[in-house]
């Protein structure tokens, strides 16, 4: 499990400086301060598989206490590393025209993919620097016609 999490933050580090971002966060991972610190980097998340995995600062349940990225499964690291190493989640220069909404939490700052048609939600899970999510994401995938035939 330590090295999926240790991939984890490899890939994230490996993507912000092919976008010519630099790590304000030299000592610790801030999967606590994500929100934040994409912000402040002027850099968000899409195709995050939100309807996989705990967004950056929740926790599984309320009793529990935040570890940070110490909190995910290894399940859920997986998906991440899966979706970082696939392309579907990437990390993404803010547009310059956006760059006040975002940070006024009008703009999402983490963007989940769209979710499977069986999500029970319409749409993909965000997540803004104030911490606040919604469900305004991208749509859930239509219902797939394929008929499965069961063997007798």
Not at 7 to 31: E, H, V
Not at 51 to 63: F, M, Q, S
Not at 69 to 97: N, R
Request: aromatic fraction near 6%; glycine fraction near 8%; charge should be positive.
């Amino acid at each position: 499990m330590l090295q999926c999490r240790y991939s984890l933050i490899y890939l994230t580090y490996i993507t912000l400086a092919q976008l010519g971002g630099k790590c304000a966060w030299d000592r610790n991972f801030p999967w606590k301060g994500m929100s934040s610190a994409l912000a402040d980097a002027n850099l968000c998340i899409k195709g995050y598989p939100a309807h996989k995995c705990l967004l950056p600062g929740e926790a599984h349940n309320e009793n529990s206490k935040n570890k940070g990225i110490g909190a995910l499964t290894q399940k859920e690291i997986a998906a991440l590393v899966d979706a970082l190493k696939v392309g579907t989640m990437q990390v993404a220069k803010v547009d310059k025209t956006h760059r006040a909404a975002v940070m006024a939490s009008e703009r999402p700052v983490i963007t989940g993919i769209a979710p499977p048609a069986e999500w029970a939600h319409d749409g993909a899970r965000r997540l803004f620097v104030n911490g606040d999510t919604d469900y305004h994401g991208p749509a859930r995938l239509k219902p797939s016609n394929a008929a499965t035939k069961v063997k007798k």
